[in-house]
């Protein structure tokens, strides 16, 4: 079976988390710009004397599909890698999939990983 | 007057007047990169359409309005005289004393026109229709800027031959700060409250789009200054040398004093500050470039770069939306600059000095000049206002000057232009059959 790894990280970590995760094997992953907030909360703009509180701050989002077995590797590379200590570090989480199909072959499932 | 044409002057006005002409092109650009990224296409729309409309009105009949014989009400020129820029000899020239030919002072004189129209824009960013800013860009070049520009360069009220002059001393305006600056600036006033404000003013977030679009608009304005204020010398001397001083130093320090009023106030020098504080001291220093000393330049900076940095914060206070701040840079700068002139007005050091000035209080005139720069503001404030006002109620009543609901939320460029300036996923299709 399949699992999918998901972690929203800071943007300046995406190239350390790219790297540890080739380096453990993983083949391939998806990154999309997103934007949201935890405790890390917003900051405050200036634009001609208006000031603008924006709640959401830039993070990035990866997907990873793995191998049930590989998930908790995974998520500790992912953890270790984007980790810097500082509020809005971000989360990772894992969830089952029911099936996976790789487009090019129309393999289902692990085969298609 | 005999006409003796002086190929260096003239090369020098062609020159200025393509630099002038830069300037509204950058404006979109200043103006582009400040509104939200669904509005910028009209926001630059708005200042090429003005280049387009406002260009063809200057030479049917614009700069004959403004500079042909008679003095129709003391507002206006004789339209006809010279209609269509055609039939006219090179010593009825504006500048034939400098030996520069009929047809370069008149498209010189085109390039200010534009650029005061364009102004306007600002203040009515994301939400005028763009058939009712192409109307009114129309009507106000005819109905304001040239009587603004009779009175004071045509030899009407405001001039060395009006009432100001013979009651206290000739006003000066070097380059354009009552004609085109406060002219916008309280034109565009005048057409913010008559609009209304951008929904969600002040309570959702209007941030800059694009901020380097704005820095590269101030560049190319501060570029195209050096046509507009060097070039209002109508001749390639030491004169024009003192405005391009003087347009240099009195911006650079506006510039340092807008962020200076800021880091003070916010705790950050920003970019959008810095772009600001350019144009407010090109601005404030465009009456005076000619009229005063470096001394006089740089104070004449300072001033108007905190006092425009305040200023910008009053739409808040006021409650009106003049989205862009065409008030708080033009009109707050351009009254910085033509009010000062009365303190720093000086004959010395190859300044520019019209027939029946005095020199500055500071310089040893005493306050008449001071009196005469500040009636000769204050009256174009009110003319410029209230011609606006007029004109602008009358659009709205008639044709409707203010976009619907739905055009201003979805995004002005998409419902209006039919167009959307940044690619999204999902870009559409090709509908259009190819053959």
């Known amino acids: ?113 | 007057m005999e006409f003796t044409l002086d190929s260096g002057n003239t090369a020098f006005m062609i020159l200025a007047a393509s630099l002038v002409l830069l300037m509204t092109p950058a404006l979109a650009f200043f103006y582009g990169g400040m509104v939200r990224g669904k509005s910028v296409l009209n926001m630059m729309m708005m200042s090429f359409g003005a280049l387009g409309l406002v260009g063809l009105i200057w030479i049917l009949y614009g700069y004959s309005a403004t500079f042909g014989d008679g003095n129709y009400l003391g507002f206006f020129g004789n339209p006809f005289e010279y209609f269509g820029l055609q039939g006219a000899t090179d010593d009825e020239s504006l500048m034939a004393a400098t030996g520069v030919p009929f047809l370069v002072a008149a498209g010189y004189q085109a390039t200010f026109a534009i650029i005061t129209v364009a102004l306007i824009s600002g203040a009515v960013a994301d939400r005028m229709k763009f058939s009712a800013w192409m109307v009114f860009a129309g009507v106000w070049a005819t109905f304001v800027y040239i009587p603004m520009a009779h009175m004071v360069w045509g030899g009407g009220h405001l001039s060395g031959d009006g009432a100001i002059a013979s009651a206290l001393s000739t006003p000066i305006d070097f380059a354009g700060g009552t004609v085109v600056h406060i002219n916008a600036g309280a034109a565009g006033l005048a057409l913010a409250l008559l609009l209304g404000k951008r929904k969600g003013f002040g309570r959702e977030p209007m941030r800059p789009h694009n901020l380097p679009f704005v820095m590269l608009g101030a560049a190319l304005l501060w570029f195209g200054w050096f046509g507009f204020n060097a070039g209002s010398e109508f001749a390639a001397d030491a004169t024009a040398g003192r405005a391009w001083i003087n347009t240099t130093v009195a911006t650079g320090v506006a510039m340092l004093a807008w962020l200076a009023t800021e880091k003070a106030r916010d705790g950050h020098a920003t970019s959008l500050g810095a772009a600001s504080g350019i144009v407010a001291g090109l601005v404030a220093i465009t009456p005076a470039a000619a009229a005063v000393d470096t001394w006089g330049a740089i104070v004449i900076g300072a001033v108007a770069g905190v006092l425009c940095a305040l200023a910008v914060g009053l739409k808040y206070r006021f409650g009106y939306d003049d989205s862009l701040d065409v008030v708080g840079v033009h009109l707050v700068g351009g009254l910085v600059g033509t009010v000062l002139i009365g303190l720093f007005a000086t004959d010395q050091n190859a300044t520019w000095y019209p027939e029946g000035a005095l020199n500055g209080l500071f310089y040893g005139g005493g306050v008449t000049q001071l009196l005469s720069q500040t009636v000769v503001a204050l009256v174009a404030v009110v003319f410029s206002f209230l011609a606006t006002y007029v004109i602008g109620s009358i659009a709205k009543a008639t044709i409707g000057i203010r976009a619907s609901e739905d055009v201003e939320v979805g995004g002005i460029d998409l419902a209006v232009h039919g167009e959307s300036a940044y690619e999204t996923l999902g870009g559409g299709r090709v509908v259009t059959e190819v053959k």
């Open chain 1, 1 to 113: 079976m399949t699992k999918l790894v998901q972690a929203v990280i800071q943007p300046h970590r995406l190239d350390d988390v790219k790297s540890a995760l080739e380096a453990a094997g993983v083949r391939g992953l998806t990154v999309s710009e997103s934007s949201g907030y935890g405790r890390q909360r917003g900051h405050t703009e200036v634009y001609r004397g208006a000031e603008y509180t924006v709640d959401l701050v830039p993070k990035v989002k990866i997907d990873v599909l793995v191998a049930d077995e590989d998930a908790a590797g995974v998520v500790e590379v992912v953890v270790k890698a984007a980790q810097t200590g500082k509020i809005g570090d971000g989360k990772v989480w894992v969830v089952p999939v029911e099936d996976v199909v790789r487009v090019r072959t129309g393999e289902h499932g692990s085969d298609a990983l």
